[in-house]
């Protein structure tokens, strides 16, 4: 067994906090008016939360708000969906662990994965209680996470016994879960259609956002790329969209789009009202990607692409070998600001008819059986956006940790 | 009498402007034979590193005519990119690719361009590092290794791709003083293996030893193009004169 460090404060915690909070005499004030205030608020959202507030809204819309209003006979594909999720997300991590890029050997459940781990198992148990699902749908999610551990125990434990080869593979499971996903929720290959116009909730917002922060990195790339193209015809293209873009609010892209689509193209050709606002988005932060690429770009030397051209390397292999690599990274943190501000956006959706969370929660708020409950309803809103954007912040740091090869003394 | 040996590289009449205007090579010849070590030197500002960038396409130029290796640099980018595999380039700021290890730093072009087996490639590249003698920092970073260090994993990863030319552009200028030796002394064995070289330097005492033959640059023009020892113990032109009096 290995040993597990006992949890104490470092020596000289105390010291230290009593040195930032009291160090002087009106420190000591400031922090006892701050620490009151702090507290007052705590204590009233805390007695609002407990004993006011009547979660009954949430829990009997709950399916509302996970996926709108998908046919419910259709959706254990959705759960289906979310099965392979977990299991694809416990293979990524647990692999991860076992291999870790840099830093002390490997151990099966560093510290922060226990807490992860914690974290995991009290939200399955305690939420479907809290939201008062059926016993057996409670069960599904209990079975749900259980194979997500399952499958992050398995692979950190014989992860390094997997081929090289094989393990090369691992990552194209992603882009194959989603092609695989997007059949399962949309049908096709033999299974009902389900009309986008049905998808709704959290589902929408999650689909929407992934579709876009997907397809946008790459667009977003190859406009930075033609920004900075000697090609003037390349050069000017991309400046006139990035800024025609930039120039324009996302809402009035996103009515423009609407309508605009329906003329542009033949009948019946203009996707479908919630793939027409998919691919504004996409377009839309693309343009900001961009610039945040742009800004890597800049950061690295010149004499980088010179070096690599000298070898003898042609400008796409020097562009993809040598001087991406160092941008990307450089661009990571302003890049994946822009895919949390695109989370966020996608609740503007609702504004053109879509039910994407915010929508769904507008029609249950519209609904008078819960008038006036809406302090519950946006309170759990910023919650579960939170969750998805605390979830992108923590993934980039650990991107950008893992990419840093070292830490390496600038020249 | 011995057959003259190929003449390398051909440089007639090289002219340049800056898009500014600025007049930085105004007619500029030279010819390098297949292993000859051609010293330019200058003060800076002459244009002496520009020259040396349009041998392998790095700056361009408005009038004149390039040849190297028997191939007439052009628009074309086939053509420089036939002419870079065949010239290897080392730089003042090394410019290794830091997010690589340097075993990769020298395996990338080879494997890419000449799509050898990376086995094979990283087999010479070993034997390349043990030469320039740091084949033990081979699964380091670039930015773990002292300058002297990266400079000759630099040139390392030029000889990779096995070149028939190398050009050294200011190569010792951005080391600290105690690390200039290892560089020249790499440098000096290239030389002496044969290599053909086109070296911008301040070092005098490398282009004393290990030069054919020393080219004064200033002003965009050669002032003056002579042996080492003439050049240094009985320079014919004032500027030339001028510009020795100011290193030594």
């Known amino acids: ?411 | 009498m011995t057959p003259s040996p190929a003449v390398m590289i051909e440089a007639r009449g090289v002219e340049k402007w800056y898009p500014n205007g600025f007049h930085a090579l105004r007619g500029v010849d030279l010819s390098v034979e297949q292993g000859e070590v051609v010293v330019i030197m200058g003060p800076s500002g002459s244009g002496k590193s520009t020259f040396l960038r349009t041998f392998n396409g790095l700056e361009d130029f408005q009038k004149g005519s390039i040849t190297v290796d028997g191939i007439t640099l052009s628009d074309d980018l086939r053509h420089i990119d036939a002419i870079r595999r065949e010239v290897g380039m080392v730089f003042q700021q090394f410019n290794l690719f830091p997010h690589l290890t340097v075993l990769d730093n020298l395996t990338l072009a080879p494997v890419l361009v000449r799509k050898l087996a990376k086995a094979e490639v990283q087999r010479r590249a070993l034997e390349l590092l043990e030469r320039v003698g740091i084949a033990e920092q081979a699964h380091k970073y670039p930015g773990q290794l002292s300058g002297g260090q990266q400079q000759r994993v630099a040139i390392a990863r030029s000889l990779c791709m096995e070149p028939r030319i190398m050009l050294f552009d200011e190569p010792t200028s951005a080391l600290d003083p105690e690390m200039v030796l290892e560089v020249l002394e790499v440098m000096q064995g290239l030389a002496r293996d044969g290599m053909t070289m086109v070296v911008v330097t301040h070092e005098v005492r490398f282009a004393r030893q290990v030069a054919d033959r020393v080219v004064l640059m200033d002003d965009g023009e050669v002032v003056e193009m002579a042996p080492p020892e003439r050049f240094f113990s009985n320079p014919q032109h004032p500027r030339s004169r001028q510009f020795l009096s100011q290193i030594s």
């Open chain 1, 1 to 411: 067994m290995d040993a597990v460090p006992p949890l104490r404060l470092r020596p000289g915690a105390w010291q230290r906090l009593r040195r930032g909070l009291f160090a002087s005499r009106v420190d000591g004030l400031i922090s006892i008016v701050l620490i009151g205030f702090l507290l007052a608020a705590a204590l009233g959202l805390a007695k609002w939360a407990l004993f006011q507030a009547q979660w009954a809204v949430i829990s009997a819309n709950s399916t509302l708000f996970a996926v709108g209003r998908y046919p419910l006979e259709q959706q254990w594909r959705l759960w289906l969906l979310t099965t392979l999720l977990a299991l694809a997300t416990g293979l990524s991590w647990g692999l991860l662990r076992a291999f870790p890029r840099s830093g002390p050997p490997v151990t099966l459940w560093p510290r922060n994965d226990r807490w992860a781990v914690a974290i995991l198992v009290v939200l399955a148990i305690w939420r479907p209680m809290a939201l008062q699902l059926a016993l057996p749908i409670q069960m599904r999610w209990w079975a749900i996470t259980g194979l997500l551990l399952l499958a992050r125990w398995a692979a950190g434990r014989w992860g390094q016994a997997i081929p090289q080869v094989s393990r090369r593979l691992v990552p194209l499971i992603w882009p194959l879960l989603y092609l695989v996903g997007m059949v399962l929720i949309s049908g096709g290959l033999g299974l009902v259609q389900v009309a986008p116009s049905e998808w709704g909730g959290l589902l929408l917002t999650l689909l929407m956002s992934s579709f876009a922060i997907l397809l946008c990195f790459p667009l977003g790339v190859l406009l930075a790329l033609g920004r900075r193209s000697e090609l003037p015809l390349l050069r000017w293209g991309s400046v006139l969209y990035i800024e025609f873009i930039r120039g324009a609010p996302l809402i009035t892209l996103l009515f423009l789009g609407q309508n605009i689509l329906g003329f542009l193209l033949p009948g019946g050709m203009a996707p479908d009202r919630v793939w027409r606002a998919a691919w504004v988005l996409t377009f839309f932060a693309a343009a900001y990607v961009a610039e945040a690429v742009r800004s890597g770009l800049s950061a690295v030397p010149a004499g980088q692409l010179e070096a690599a051209r000298s070898l003898g390397l042609p400008l796409p292999l020097a562009l993809i070998h040598v001087v991406l690599p160092q941008a990307l990274r450089v661009a990571l943190p302003a890049t994946v600001g822009q895919f949390i501000t695109l989370l966020q956006d996608t609740t503007l959706l609702s504004l053109i008819g879509l039910l994407d969370l915010l929508g769904t929660a507008r029609t249950v708020m519209a609904n008078p059986e819960f008038l006036g409950k809406n302090a519950e309803v946006y309170l759990v809103l910023a919650v579960l956006f939170w969750c998805c954007c605390a979830a992108l912040g923590l993934g980039s740091r650990a991107l950008e940790i893992r990419l840093n090869p070292q830490a390496q003394p600038s020249r």
